[in-house]
């Protein structure tokens, strides 16, 4: 099993930038495709992006596609989500997920019932 902690929320200006970051517990991080998802207020937890084992292939959500940028660092135990040009929109509870046995094809990835462990969340709010 993995452990995850999800850190680096905030409050930011509309145009602004924040690096979400998510810390992996364990030695087989390396084996965990990890995603990140986010949920608003009333909403569903929506797709954010993905990355691969590896770090090879990632996925975005059409709604940050071109702003956002997922990463990990294997050896850290680490994944990241830097964010750009945030817009009000962008506001809601963040949450890392991992999961060892996804099958890396984009209509899977883009699904949170597939991934089996998450983070505690951590807050965005971007102001107008």
């Known amino acids: 099993q993995v452990q995850l902690v999800d850190s680096g929320g905030g409050l930011v200006q509309a145009g602004g930038s924040l690096r979400l970051s998510c810390a992996a517990s364990?030695?087989?991080?390396?084996?965990?495709?990890m995603g990140w998802f986010r949920q608003a207020p009333g909403k569903e937890r929506e797709f954010v992006a993905a990355?691969?084992?590896?770090?090879?292939?990632?996925h975005y959500g059409d709604s940050v596609k071109g702003r956002f940028t997922i990463s990990r660092d294997n050896a850290k135990n680490m994944v990241y989500l830097q964010m750009y040009s945030l817009k009000p929109e962008d506001t809601a509870v963040y949450f890392c997920?991992?999961?060892?046995?996804?099958?890396?094809?984009?209509?899977?990835?883009?699904?949170?019932?597939?991934?089996?462990?998450w983070g505690q969340g951590t807050q965005v709010t971007v102001s107008s």
């Open positions: 990355i691969s084992r590896s770090g090879s292939m990632t």
């Open positions: 997920a991992a999961d060892r046995d996804l099958w890396w094809v984009q209509s899977n990835v883009v699904l949170a019932p597939q991934y089996h462990f």
């Open positions: 364990g030695r087989t991080f390396s084996k965990y495709a």
